[in-house]
């Protein structure tokens, strides 16, 4: 099994953009343990980071061809970006969205996300765990999908 994890804007700041709100932990110390988990769940996971909204629509795109599914932290695209919206929406896999911080609980432009309604399942408020969570979700979800 194949999973992209995609990080949005922003995530390559994680270490030092806001650590009230994200933590101290860097991105390459997410994608440690997102690949760590995957090991224990014998997945194979590939990560990038795009800042700009062209970028992560073309790796959408090009996603069902390479991948069994994808994790997705889209960050602020999330409230508007009916672009990956639209993209997600026509993937041939699945997708879970994962945010690092609860944003039901944050500024109240960030509690809608136009991004969620075309994945399969959203998970967030955990930190670096919500990408984890997410990958236990979309590979027990890819799995038994294969089964059928």
Excluded: K, W
Excluded at 58 to 86: C, E, K, R, T
Aim: proline share 3%; hydrophobic share 45%; charged share 15%.
């Amino acid at each position: 099994m194949r999973v992209l994890v995609l990080h949005g804007p922003n995530l390559n700041l994680l270490g030092t953009r806001q650590p009230e709100i994200y933590g101290n932990r860097t991105l390459a110390d997410v994608n440690d343990v997102v690949a760590a988990a995957a090991a224990d769940l014998g997945v194979d996971v590939t990560f990038a980071q795009h800042n700009g909204e062209g970028e992560i629509l073309d790796a959408l795109h090009a996603a069902s061809s390479q991948y069994d599914g994808v994790v997705i932290n889209p960050g602020a695209y999330a409230h508007y970006s009916y672009a990956i919206a639209d993209a997600l929406a026509a993937m041939e896999i699945p997708a879970i969205e994962v945010h690092l911080s609860n944003v039901a609980a944050r500024e109240e432009f960030r509690r809608t996300s136009v991004t969620s309604a075309a994945c399969t399942g959203t998970i967030g408020g955990f930190g670096a765990t919500s990408y984890v969570l997410a990958l236990h979700a979309l590979t027990a979800l890819c799995r038994r999908e294969t089964q059928r």
